[in-house]
C-alpha cells in the first residue's frame, strides 16, 4: 500500500503502520521491562516517597472514626447532597424544555478544565460539569466541616482534592468534548500519539512517570535562558559568584547582591530578556552579583545550612568588595535563599558587622507556625522517613520536591499535562518558565534535615537565640537594616501571611508589599506586561488581614514600587564596573558552571 492510498478518505492524515505499532510494542517492553525493575528493587530497598501512604491511610481512618462517631453530621451532608442534586435536575429539565435557567453552579474563577463551550451550550456536558463541581464541592466542604486535629485534617484534605481532581470528566477521553472531538478529526491519531507519549514519559522515568511538561529541547542554558551578560568571578563548593555587565553609562556606587534559592535554580530571575529580572535590574544602573548554587553529589552531603551562609551570602560579600572595591552592599533574598538571607542579617548584627544597608525579600517566610498544604509533607514520621534515606544517599533527589509542588496544584501541574499529552496527542509547548521547573535541584542531607527540624518544624528563626549559626545565637531583633519585603497573596509554597511577621520581628524599617498571582507568576512579572498589581499599606498593623483590609491597591508590577525604594538605598552615580577589570580574575562566562548541571532524578 502507497501512502498515498493510507491517506485516501482520512483528510489527509497519515495513517499509521505496522513499523510504527511494531516501535510501540517495542517501547512499550522497555517501559514494562523498567517497571519490574523498578518494582523488584524498590521491594528489596524500599525507597523515600514524598506521599507517606501509612500516613495518608492513618489519617483516613482517623476521619472515617470521626464520622462514625457523629451519625448525625453525616447524614445533614448527604441531604444537602442529595437536594442540590435534585436541584440540579430540576435546572436540567427545565433547560430541556426550553426555559432559559441560569446554572445551578458555576466552574470557579480561574479553574480551565471547562472552557470549551460544549461544557455550556451542550446540555449533557453541562449537566455533567454541573454533576461534578456539585459533588466535588459537597464533599471538600465536609471534610472541612469534620472535627480533627489541623494536621490530620490538613492530610486528608490535600488527599481528598487529589482524588476530586482526578475524578474530573475533563480528564476521560469519552467525557471530554475537546478530546471527543480530536478523536473524530484524526481518525483516533490523537489517541495513539497520546499513548506514545505515555511510553516516553513512562521510560523517561524508568517506569515511572515522568510529565513531560514542556519542550526540554527548545532551551538551552546560557543560549536562550540566563544570557544576561557577566562573568563568574568567585566560586566555592557551594556557589559561583556572577557579576553582570553594565548596560548603563553610569551605575549606582552599592552593588545589589541576589541570593536565590537552591531548590531549583537561580535562572527564574532571568529566564529571557524580556521576563528577567536581573536585566531589568542591571538597565536600572546597578552592579548586580547573583550566587549561582551548586547541584550537589554526595560528596557534600555534610554541608550545613550554616555552611550555605558562609560559603554563600557571607563570602559574596567579601569577594564583592575584593572585585569592585565596596564594602557597603544591597542584599536581595528569594524563597529559601531569603529565609537564608535573613538568618545571615542576624549573624551579621551579632557580629556588629553593618556591611549590608538594606534587604529586600521576595516571598520569604519568616514564621513558619502555618505553611500550609507543605505541612501535609513534613509531619515527624515523613522526616524520620526522609533523615533515613538521606544518610543512605547524602541528599535528596530533586524530583521528590518537584512532586510535592505539583500535588499542590495538580490541576494545573499533573492534570492538564494529562489532557493534553496523552489524550490530546500533542506534545508540550516551549515554555521557559516550565523548562526551569523541571530543572530541579538535589539538597544535601544535613543541610535539609537542619533546615526542615529547625526552621519548619520548630519554628525557630522567630525565636530569639533559638539557633546558633557559626557559634553565634540568631535574633532577628537585632536586625536595623532597612527592608522591602514582598510576599504573594495566592503563593501556595509561602503564604503571604507567613512573611508577614518579618514587619515585626525586626528593629528597622520595613516596607510591606503583597503582590496578586501566585509564588512565580507575582514576583516574575515584568511592567511592560501591565498584569496583576499590588497592595500597600505603611501601617504595620499586628495582624496581616487587618493590614490587608487597609491597604492601598495598585494596578501592574511591584518591580517600579521597589525600583523607587532601592535607589534611596544605593548612593550617587558612579563609573560602571566591568567584571573582570577589578580586583578578581573571571573564572568563565556567566551563567556558569554549575547551573548547567542536570542530574538525573
Known amino acids: 500500500m502507497t501512502k498515498r492510498d493510507q491517506t485516501q478518505g482520512t483528510g489527509g492524515r497519515t495513517d499509521p503502520s505496522a513499523n510504527d505499532f511494531e516501535a510501540l510494542a517495542e517501547q512499550t517492553q522497555r517501559v514494562v521491562q523498567a517497571f519490574w525493575e523498578r518494582q523488584t528493587k524498590e521491594m528489596a530497598e524500599p525507597g523515600f516517597s514524598i506521599v507517606d501512604v501509612s500516613g495518608v491511610s492513618q489519617a483516613f481512618a482517623d476521619f472515617s472514626r470521626q464520622l462514625i462517631s457523629n451519625p448525625t453530621k453525616f447524614a445533614e451532608a448527604q441531604t444537602r447532597l442529595w437536594q442540590d442534586n435534585v436541584a440540579l435536575l430540576q435546572n436540567l429539565q427545565d433547560r430541556i424544555s426550553g426555559k432559559e435557567v441560569d446554572p445551578f453552579i458555576t466552574v470557579p474563577k480561574g479553574d480551565q478544565r471547562f472552557s470549551d463551550k460544549a461544557w455550556e451550550e451542550d446540555i449533557i456536558y453541562d449537566y455533567v460539569k454541573q454533576a461534578y463541581l456539585v459533588s466535588s464541592q459537597w464533599i471538600?466542604?465536609?471534610?472541612?466541616?469534620?472535627?480533627?486535629?489541623?494536621?490530620?485534617?490538613?492530610?486528608?484534605?490535600?488527599?481528598?482534592?487529589?482524588?476530586?481532581?482526578?475524578?474530573?470528566?475533563?480528564?476521560?477521553?469519552?467525557?471530554?468534548?475537546?478530546?471527543?472531538?480530536?478523536?473524530?478529526?484524526?481518525?483516533?491519531?490523537?489517541?495513539?500519539?497520546?499513548?506514545?507519549?505515555?511510553?516516553?514519559?513512562?521510560?523517561?522515568?524508568?517506569?515511572?512517570?515522568?510529565?513531560?511538561?514542556?519542550?526540554?529541547?527548545?532551551f538551552e542554558i546560557g543560549k536562550n535562558v540566563a544570557v544576561t551578560p557577566g562573568k563568574v568571578i568567585y566560586q566555592t563548593e557551594l556557589m559561583q559568584l556572577i557579576q553582570y555587565a553594565p548596560s548603563t553609562d553610569k551605575v549606582y556606587k552599592r552593588p545589589l547582591l541576589i541570593v536565590p534559592p537552591w531548590i531549583n535554580k537561580?535562572?527564574?530571575?532571568?529566564?529571557?530578556?524580556?521576563?528577567?529580572?536581573i536585566k531589568w535590574v542591571v538597565d536600572?544602573?546597578?552592579?548586580?552579583?547573583?550566587?549561582?548554587?551548586?547541584?550537589?553529589?554526595?560528596?557534600?552531603?555534610?554541608?550545613?545550612?550554616?555552611?550555605?551562609?558562609?560559603?554563600?551570602?557571607?563570602?559574596?560579600?567579601?569577594?564583592?568588595?575584593?572585585?569592585?572595591?565596596?564594602?557597603?552592599?544591597?542584599?536581595?533574598?528569594?524563597?529559601?535563599?531569603?529565609?537564608?538571607?535573613?538568618?545571615?542579617?542576624?549573624?551579621?548584627?551579632?557580629?556588629?558587622?553593618?556591611?549590608?544597608k538594606s534587604a529586600t525579600f521576595l516571598a520569604t517566610m519568616v514564621n513558619l507556625k502555618d505553611v500550609g498544604e507543605v505541612s501535609v509533607f513534613i509531619d515527624e514520621t515523613q522526616l524520620q522517613s526522609l533523615e533515613k534515606h538521606v544518610a543512605s544517599t547524602g541528599y535528596l533527589e530533586g524530583h521528590h520536591m518537584a512532586d510535592m509542588f505539583s500535588l499542590m496544584r495538580e490541576n494545573d501541574l499533573i492534570w492538564s499535562f494529562v489532557v493534553n499529552n496523552y489524550l490530546m496527542g500533542k506534545d508540550p509547548i516551549p515554555f521557559d518558565l516550565l523548562y526551569w521547573n523541571a530543572d530541579s535541584t538535589r539538597l544535601p542531607a544535613a543541610m535539609l534535615v537542619f533546615y526542615l527540624r529547625k526552621f519548619y518544624q520548630q519554628?525557630?528563626?522567630?525565636?530569639?537565640?533559638?539557633?546558633?549559626?557559626?557559634?553565634?545565637?540568631?535574633?532577628?531583633?537585632?536586625?536595623?537594616?532597612?527592608?522591602?519585603?514582598?510576599?504573594?497573596?495566592?503563593?501556595?509554597?509561602?503564604?503571604?501571611?507567613?512573611?508577614?511577621?518579618?514587619?515585626?520581628?525586626?528593629?528597622?524599617?520595613?516596607?510591606?508589599?503583597l503582590g496578586a498571582s501566585g509564588h512565580i507568576a507575582g514576583i516574575v512579572n515584568p511592567p511592560a506586561r501591565k498584569k496583576y498589581g499590588f497592595w500597600v499599606n505603611d501601617t504595620m498593623s499586628t495582624d496581616p488581614e487587618d493590614w490587608l483590609a487597609a491597604a492601598e491597591a495598585h494596578e501592574g508590577s511591584w518591580w517600579p514600587d521597589w525600583k523607587k525604594w532601592i535607589r534611596k538605598q544605593s548612593g550617587a552615580k558612579v563609573a560602571p564596573r566591568v567584571p573582570g577589570e577589578g580586583g578578581l580574575e573571571p573564572v568563565e562566562e556567566a551563567p556558569g558552571s554549575y547551573v548547567k548541571v542536570r542530574m538525573p532524578n
Not at 535562572?267 to 529580572?277: A, E, G, H, T, V
Not at 548586580?288 to 557534600?300: D, G, M, Y
Not at 575584593?322 to 557597603?328: L, Y
Open 459 to 513: 519554628n525557630l528563626l522567630m525565636v530569639p537565640g533559638g539557633m546558633t549559626l557559626a557559634d553565634v545565637p540568631i535574633d532577628l531583633g537585632k536586625i536595623k537594616t532597612p527592608i522591602y519585603s514582598i510576599a504573594t497573596k495566592d503563593d501556595h509554597i509561602a503564604p503571604w501571611p507567613s512573611c508577614y511577621p518579618l514587619t515585626q520581628a525586626t528593629s528597622g524599617p520595613v516596607r510591606f508589599v
Open 284 to 356: 536600572q544602573g546597578y552592579t548586580v552579583f547573583v550566587i549561582s548554587w551548586v547541584n550537589p553529589q554526595e560528596s557534600l552531603a555534610d554541608k550545613s545550612f550554616e555552611d550555605y551562609m558562609l560559603e554563600g551570602p557571607v563570602a559574596a560579600l567579601a569577594a564583592i568588595e575584593q572585585a569592585i572595591g565596596e564594602k557597603d552592599i544591597n542584599v536581595l533574598g528569594f524563597c529559601i535563599g531569603g529565609i537564608l538571607t535573613v538568618a545571615t542579617l542576624a549573624y551579621l548584627a551579632a557580629c556588629k558587622d553593618q556591611r549590608v
Open 266 to 277: 537561580f535562572y527564574i530571575l532571568d529566564l529571557q530578556p524580556k521576563n528577567s529580572f
Open 140 to 218: 471538600q466542604s465536609f471534610v472541612e466541616e469534620i472535627e480533627m486535629d489541623a494536621q490530620t485534617k490538613e492530610k486528608v484534605s490535600l488527599y481528598t482534592r487529589q482524588f476530586v481532581s482526578a475524578m474530573a470528566p475533563s480528564n476521560f477521553a469519552l467525557m471530554n468534548p475537546t478530546v471527543l472531538r480530536e478523536t473524530r478529526e484524526t481518525g483516533g491519531e490523537n489517541l495513539l500519539k497520546g499513548f506514545k507519549n505515555l511510553l516516553t514519559d513512562l521510560e523517561k522515568g524508568k517506569g515511572q512517570l515522568r510529565i513531560s511538561m514542556t519542550d526540554d529541547e527548545a
